[in-house]
């Protein structure tokens, strides 16, 4: 057993410092990932180290117990603003008459053909906004059926497991389809007129993720998504940043983003919202987002039950109301600097 122990103390050591370093490598990104997975199991490791000596430790047991011990401390600091306990970074709504948009967000996985429960999702929900990606041309004509209470729509239906549908009951002007990084990686960007008087830019994203096969480095990822976020920063009115990030919130990058951006995470003060893999529940973590502006509060956010995809759908209701108790982050010049330096890697 002591071998086993000071095999799984190592890995579990090795996979908390690897995140810590700054490096666009899918194995330095992929243990980002499974944050609350690791403090669980390190408070579990721990257990069994004290199991295993009680209180006659040897010396060199503590070169495994203070690390795993440190690595717990460090884990729980961060998985605090994402649970209920946190402070809010876009706070509740205050009344129930303000103007409100209600979003819902899919990755649909493309080889699920299961196009009924996401039809019956949509129909349940009734968001005024949904937004599918990882959608192909099948995945275009099994939602079809909703044109008539969505006028408007735009459909990039892809086989690469990059196709994009976005479905609105809003009028739609200055819409685009983007290819910013990878000619065959597209993003939408368009104005979502909410009334006569009052328009919300919108982005929807579906970058690629850092894993062998797919793509082995971040860079490509964080560049389209910090593009992003230096287009949002630029907008005066209400914003809104949505789909699969294939990030998750509490990352590095994230957190750039949200600084460059001056966007808020609704995650923040409310809980994990765990959105992948939606078929094992221990490997769960937090990669479909919305991230909006300040001219928002919250009045409910949910994950819906799951729809045949390996993904969880996503949904919020906000209202367009702002308040000065929304709390952004601030980039500093170093901030500024490292992304720049992203976006130009990637180009």
Same mark, same amino acid.
């Given at each position: 057993m002591n071998?086993?122990?000071?095999?799984?103390?190592?890995?579990?050591?090795? +996979?908390?410092?690897?995140p810590l370093i700054k490096h666009?490598?899918?194995?330095?990104?992929?243990?980002?990932?499974?944050?609350?997975?690791?403090? =669980?199991i390190s408070i579990i490791i721990l257990s069994l180290w004290f199991v295993k000596t009680g209180l006659n430790h040897e010396l060199s047991d503590f070169f495994f117990i203070l690390p795993i011990f440190s690595l717990a401390i460090y884990l729980m600091v961060k998985i605090?603003?994402?649970?209920?306990?946190?402070?809010?970074?876009?706070?509740? +709504?205050?009344?129930?008459?303000?103007? +409100?948009?209600?979003?819902? %967000?899919?990755?649909?996985?493309?080889f699920n053909t299961d196009y009924q429960k996401t039809v019956n999702l949509i129909q349940k929900v009734k968001p005024d906004v949904f937004?599918?990606?990882e959608t192909n041309q099948e995945w275009a004509d099994a939602v079809a059926i909703f044109k008539k209470d969505y006028p408007y729509h735009i459909e990039v239906p892809l086989e690469n497991t990059y196709g994009l549908l976005f479905y609105s009951k809003f009028e739609i002007t200055n819409q685009s389809v983007n290819y910013l990084?990878?000619? *065959?990686?597209? +993003? =939408? *960007?368009?104005?979502?007129?909410?009334? $006569?008087?009052?328009?919300?830019?919108?982005?929807?994203?579906?970058?690629?993720?850092?894993v062998p096969g797919e793509n082995p480095s971040s860079t490509e990822r964080d560049a389209e998504i910090l593009i992003i976020g230096?287009?949002?920063?630029?907008?005066?009115?209400?914003?809104? %940043?949505?789909?699969?990030?294939?990030?998750?919130?509490?990352?590095?990058?994230? *957190?750039?983003?949200?600084?460059i951006s001056g966007l808020l995470d609704l995650r923040r003060g409310r809980g994990l919202f765990n959105t992948f893999h939606a078929k094992y529940f221990f490997l769960r973590w937090p990669l479909d987002h919305i991230f909006v502006s300040k001219?928002?509060?919250?009045?409910?956010?949910?994950?819906?039950?799951? %729809?045949?995809?390996?993904?969880? $759908?996503i949904g919020t %209701?906000?209202?367009? *109301?702002?308040?000065?108790?929304?709390?952004?982050?601030?980039?500093?010049?170093?901030?500024?600097? /490292?992304? /720049?330096q992203k976006i130009e890697a990637a180009e």
């Amino acid at each position: 057993m002591n071998y086993v122990l000071i095999i799984l103390s190592s890995f579990l050591i090795i +996979s908390g410092i690897l995140p810590l370093i700054k490096h666009d490598n899918w194995t330095f990104r992929v243990f980002e990932y499974p944050r609350a997975q690791k403090l =669980i199991i390190s408070i579990i490791i721990l257990s069994l180290w004290f199991v295993k000596t009680g209180l006659n430790h040897e010396l060199s047991d503590f070169f495994f117990i203070l690390p795993i011990f440190s690595l717990a401390i460090y884990l729980m600091v961060k998985i605090y603003p994402f649970t209920s306990l946190g402070k809010k970074m876009i706070v509740n +709504s205050t009344s129930d008459d303000m103007e +409100s948009v209600h979003l819902l %967000v899919l990755n649909v996985y493309q080889f699920n053909t299961d196009y009924q429960k996401t039809v019956n999702l949509i129909q349940k929900v009734k968001p005024d906004v949904f937004f599918l990606v990882e959608t192909n041309q099948e995945w275009a004509d099994a939602v079809a059926i909703f044109k008539k209470d969505y006028p408007y729509h735009i459909e990039v239906p892809l086989e690469n497991t990059y196709g994009l549908l976005f479905y609105s009951k809003f009028e739609i002007t200055n819409q685009s389809v983007n290819y910013l990084i990878d000619e *065959e990686i597209p +993003s =939408i *960007e368009l104005d979502m007129i909410v009334n $006569p008087k009052k328009s919300i830019r919108v982005y929807g994203i579906h970058p690629t993720p850092p894993v062998p096969g797919e793509n082995p480095s971040s860079t490509e990822r964080d560049a389209e998504i910090l593009i992003i976020g230096k287009k949002a920063k630029k907008q005066t009115g209400p914003c809104i %940043v949505m789909g699969d990030l294939n990030d998750v919130g509490w990352s590095y990058s994230s *957190e750039l983003f949200l600084k460059i951006s001056g966007l808020l995470d609704l995650r923040r003060g409310r809980g994990l919202f765990n959105t992948f893999h939606a078929k094992y529940f221990f490997l769960r973590w937090p990669l479909d987002h919305i991230f909006v502006s300040k001219h928002f509060t919250v009045k409910d956010m949910c994950r819906h039950p799951a %729809v045949g995809s390996d993904h969880f $759908p996503i949904g919020t %209701v906000l209202h367009l *109301e702002k308040n000065g108790d929304n709390e952004c982050m601030n980039a500093d010049q170093a901030d500024k600097l /490292e992304a /720049e330096q992203k976006i130009e890697a990637a180009e």
